[in-house]
T-cell receptor, first 113, second 109 residues
Framework: DGGITQSPKYLFRKEGQNVTLSCEQNLNHDAMYWYRQDPGQGLRLIYYSQIVNDFQKGDIAEGYSVSREKKESFPLTVTSAQKNPTAFYLC????????????FGSGTQLSVL | GENVEQHPSTLSVQEGDSAVIKCTYSDSASNYFPWYKQELGKGPQLIIDIRSNVGEKKDQRIAVTLNKTAKHFSLHITETQPEDSAVYFCAAVNNDMRFGAGTRLTVKP
């Protein structure tokens, strides 16, 4: 059953702590994306990767870091430099040829303790 | 860069009525316009899309129209049902993808 899996569903961060959100896809998609969603707002792009070992900053990359060591995996680290990390984080993937047809995971809700 | 505006931000309709959500975009080079539906606590799902060489596309109870001259596109849902209640996002795609802020649709039984 192909899809994109995010974990955990809920995550709590303490002050000064880095936390990592997992995103795995078995759709054989080339491109993967991380979006941040705040209540009542649209989706804002944090980072994206079009190929293994390469990634680009989106509109709100400050305080976040990513890696793309495998095609299937695109983890997002929320660092202590991100002062307002509470949000719903969405991972997505797509093929190069179908850009715009994003497949989304079910999201991770990150809250600050 | 591209800017997408979406209206209204909330929409409440009676079951069986129609719902219309409108979006405008700024980049005339945008050529692909998907619509996503997001249910509570889940990720968005693509429900319908339209390319810039098409004026209208329909899939059962949902349809999308595109006016390239005016740079706006709309989502139409007919015979609404309670399960249509969700947040709907429009997007415009050229070299990058921009989302509207979303419309929370509530269908009252």
């Amino acid at each position: 059953d192909g899809g994109i899996t995010q974990s955990p569903k809920y995550l709590f961060r303490k002050e000064g702590q880095n936390v990592t959100l997992s995103c795995e896809q078995n759709l054989n998609h080339d491109a993967m994306y991380w979006y941040r969603q705040d209540p009542g707002q649209g989706l804002r792009l944090i980072y994206y990767s079009q190929i293994v070992n390469d990634f680009q900053k989106g509109d709100i990359a400050e305080g976040y870091s990513v890696s793309r060591e495998k095609k299937e995996s695109f983890p997002l680290t929320v660092t202590s430099a991100q002062k307002n990390p509470t949000a719903f984080y969405l991972c997505a993937s797509t093929d190069f040829g179908t850009r715009g047809k994003l497949f989304f995971g079910s999201g991770t809700q990150l809250s600050v303790l | 860069g591209e800017n997408v505006e979406q209206h209204p931000s909330t929409l409440s309709v009676q079951e069986g009525d129609s719902a219309v959500i409108k979006c405008t975009y700024s980049d005339s080079a945008s050529n692909y316009f998907p619509w996503y539906k997001q249910e509570l606590g889940k990720g968005p799902q693509l429900i319908i899309d339209i390319r810039s060489n098409v004026g209208e596309k329909k899939d059962q109870r949902i349809a999308v129209t595109l006016n390239k001259t005016a740079k706006h596109f709309s989502l139409h849902i007919t015979e609404t049902q309670p399960e249509d209640s969700a947040v709907y996002f429009c997007a415009a795609v050229n070299n990058d993808m921009r989302f509207g802020a979303g419309t929370r649709l509530t269908v009252k039984p």
